[in-house]
């Protein structure tokens, strides 16, 4: 844990009533935090926690939409957990399908 928060993971995203982009830095930060766990650990506190952060839709991204179903952040039920698996299977294949009609 970073030395600024004194053991307590919570004043990550509480210390100094920081914004949504303060939050994703602050995340970003921690050690195997890159940019896209971070936008989903910021939009799971918004979603889950009730991170009232200013801004922190806007700084998890497409992780931040409502009804997105695409992370852990949207996962409350089975049935959501089935949305978020077919995401996930859907960006699968159109990533295969990009990189095979490739140049």
Known sequence: ?????????TAIWTQGD?????VLR???ALPG??????KIFLA????????QAEGWREAAGHYGQENAFLSVADIVDPESLSKVRASKQ???AAAKAAKTSGP
């Open 1 to 9: 844990m970073h030395s600024d928060w004194n053991g307590d993971a």
């Open 90 to 92: 859907a960006a699968k």
């Open 18 to 22: 920081p914004d949504g982009q303060e």
């Open 33 to 38: 935090f890159g940019e896209q766990k971070a």
């Open 44 to 51: 799971l506190l918004g979603k889950q926690c009730g991170l």
């Open 26 to 28: 602050r995340l970003k």
